[in-house]
Each structure stands twice: as C-alpha cells, then as structure tokens.
C-alpha cells in the first residue's frame, strides 16, 4: 500500500498506530515485494507471518500461491485483514504470537516465516521461533538495525554476544540490507534491517554438551570486559593449558571466541564421549524365525546387515495432560541417525525378555523407571526393519533425562500434531515408529469406539 492509502485505511478503520504493539507500517511497495522475493516463496510454501498490519506483505505472499498463517495482536487490524483478504489460502489468528503453539506447524510440509518484527518483543519472539525443534526450514525478519547486527556479527565486534552464539549454534544468519526509517508510517526513531535465516545441520558442529555450553556463554558474557579465566575459573582449574590447547589468547575476552572455540571450551571441561561404534556392532541380539521363536543368536551388524528377523521395543511416554514425548535419534545410530522416533526404543539383546529390554531402554535413554503397559505386538517386516516389536506405553510426571549419546533432541508433542506430522512429513521419521505409531492410533481409535 501507498502512502496516501495507508494514511486514509487508518482514518477509514479509526486506528491510530499504537507505539506499545510495535505498528509502523510499510509503505515502499518495491521494498515490500523485495523482502518477500528473498523468502524464495511458491505454491508448496506455508508461510506464517507475524505481524501483518495492514496486509503490505500479506498480499505479495498470497500472489506467490502460498498458504498463509498471519497472526495479528490487534483485533481492529485482524478484523480488516478478513474484509480485505476474502481468500481460501489465507487463515488469520487474533492472538499474541508469544502464545501461539508452534508445534503445529510440524503438520506442514515446507514452512516458512516472514515477520516484520515489533522491536520492545522481538527478542522473545526470536527465541520462540528459532527454538531447537522447529519445522520452519526459513526465517525472514524484518528487525530493529541493531537487532539485526547483533544476530549475524562475528567474533571480536561490538555487536558480538551471547543472543549471537544462541542463535548461531543452530542456524545461519545473513544481514541483507538497512532498512529507512523512512519507508514506515508512522517513523520509528532508528532504522531496521532485513535477515536471512536458515537452520544449520546438526552435524556441521562438533558433538558437545548444549547445556553447559549455554551456561558457559551466559557467564561469560555477563560481564564483558572481565577476562574469560575469571569469569570461568569455577569451571576451568587449569586455563592457560585449555588455552593452548584451543590456541586462544589466555587473556581472551568472551568476544573474541569464535562459535567452534566456544565448544572447544565446553568439549575440554567435559567431553561429550562418543559410543564405541565397534563395541556397539557386537552386541549380540537372537535372530528369530517368523513366528518369532529364537534360531540363534548374531551380532548386530549381521542382523542388520542382513536384515535378520529379530526383536525390539518401542515405548511411548506420556506427560500428565496426554501429549507423547518423541525423541530425535543420535546422529551416531547405525540406522536412521537424526530421524524422529517412540519416547525410547531399543533391541531385545540375547539374554533378555521383551520386558526387561522396555526397563532398560527406558533407563538407558530417558533416565526413568515407570510402570509400562503391553499395548500390541507387530509382527516382523521391511516396515518394522525385520524386527518383532512389543509396543509399550508409560506416564511420567515429573522431568525425564535424556541420554546425550542415545539422543540429539527430544519433546513433547499432542498426539494429533503427531498424526498431521508423519502425514505431512513421513520422512522425518524412523520406519518403525512410523508403523507403531499407526498401529497404536487404530488400536485407540477401536477401543474408544467400542466404549462408544
């Protein structure tokens, strides 16, 4: 929209601009089709936008042939939004985008988020759409200039800190242009810029231990002008040794360390130990014939290499309000590393039953021990892997403790998320949950009929 335009839409709808929300409207309509041409945006794109105003991106976005999710705070923009925009592809929410489930999104096949970002929430908002599991495959903000360089700085500038290495330890952030304060109505008091962001591969980086990784960057950046050796010395009894080792300067300052050098921090307090792949190919699992009644017994690299019939478990764990934890398998897994799986999963070894394995893995990879029921049993084929599985579910209250070598990732996530999910997106999951999960939900399904 033009100038002039939304100067008269604003007196049409009685708005005036409230400085609280963030509403500074684009009115530079090159600039406006700019920003959405660097979303790469088509037909298979479900784009949500945050913050649309008075529709100057919604629009563009809508001739691209996307679907669009436009959450907007104010209910006078909303409501206008629904006049102007009478289209099947475009769904608006009257919401707070801070409260907005983004779990949803996994039910979407390619997501993407364009957001012309109000400034006194933008870091809030950052740190909720840029979280570790995210279906969103690319990020367009629109953001205070400052914001901005703070997201995509390097290492030894001013800018540099601990919202960078945040943001950075999981994605690729590129500055692409300044933005005028000129170009919004009405005119903030600072320019803005536009960023790019992307999702970095998880194994672009050395393993290391995420927690501590945070905790180290908070404290050194707490206060910035301290050297490091002082701000971690509970952490590290012996610096001038860790400096050598990471051919840092031992006087360094937490800005002068790279993202990389910052794990090699993390990785020489405390090492992430990486699972003995030979030990782990060894292990010994009973090879079963197809009614599932033991043969003999192979290593696992026979079994799988030669797809032998043999057994496992899959649990599924529930959280008090019905939602079923999923973990991201390790990316050391011989098998479907980094896909998406059951609660805890696991082979039946030579000297074990169906039973005692679900206990095991349970404790081996969420660090739990709750009561388990029997749910099904799915008979051995190329979709369970060749393996016999009992299907077990549990319910747990209180936190779990996931394995760091077992696991890469983990949430909780309502069952009908799930379901839209593995319809969307069947890819991003290991073959045998795939087929648990279908068999657990038509054994539900079933039995609440049957109730009915």
Known sequence: ??????????????????????????????????????????????????????????????????????????????????????????????????????????????????????????????????????????????????????????????????????????????????????????????????????????????PHDKELLLELIRLGFSQRRKQLRKLLRERVDDWDTLARHLNIDPKARAEELSLLQWIGVVNFIAPLLCPDIGLTNNERFPIVDKNDRILRDASRSQVHGNNLRHRAVHILIFNPVGEVYLQQRSRWKDRHPLKWDSSAAGHVIATESYDDTAQR???????????????????????TDHEFVWLYRGEVAGNLSPSRTEIEAGAFFPEKIIDGWVAARPEDFAPGFIECWKVYRQKNCSSRDALT
């Open 361 to 383: 893995e349970l404790k081996e990879e969420l660090g739990i021990s709750v009561a388990l029921k029997k749910i099904v049993k799915l008979s051995a084929s190329e979709r």
């Open 1 to 206: 929209m033009k100038l002039s335009d939304i100067r008269a839409t604003l007196q049409e709808i009685h708005v005036s601009p409230v400085k609280t929300l963030g509403q500074n409207f684009l009115h530079d309509q090159n600039l406006a089709r700019w920003i959405v041409d660097q979303a790469q945006i088509t037909s298979d794109d479900y784009v949500l936008e945050i913050g649309p105003g008075l529709g100057a991106l919604t629009e563009l976005l809508l001739e691209k042939g996307a679907r669009v999710l436009a959450i907007e705070k104010d209910t006078r923009l909303a409501n206008f939004l629904h006049e102007r925009f009478a289209h099947e592809r475009l769904e608006i929410l009257n919401i707070d985008a801070l409260k907005f489930d983004a779990r949803n999104l996994f039910t979407h096949r390619r997501v993407k988020l364009v957001g012309n970002l109000p400034y006194n929430i933008s870091s809030q908002l950052l740190l909720k759409f840029l979280a570790p599991q995210s279906p969103i495959s690319l990020w367009l903000f629109v953001l205070q200039k400052e914001m901005a360089a703070r997201l995509s700085a390097k290492p030894s500038t001013h800018d540099y800190g601990s919202l960078t290495l945040r943001i950075q330890l999981r994605h690729h952030v590129k500055y692409l242009r300044t933005v005028s304060a000129t170009v919004f109505l009405p005119r903030p008091e600072v320019d803005s810029a536009v960023v790019r962001i992307l999702p970095r591969d998880p194994r672009e980086l050395p």
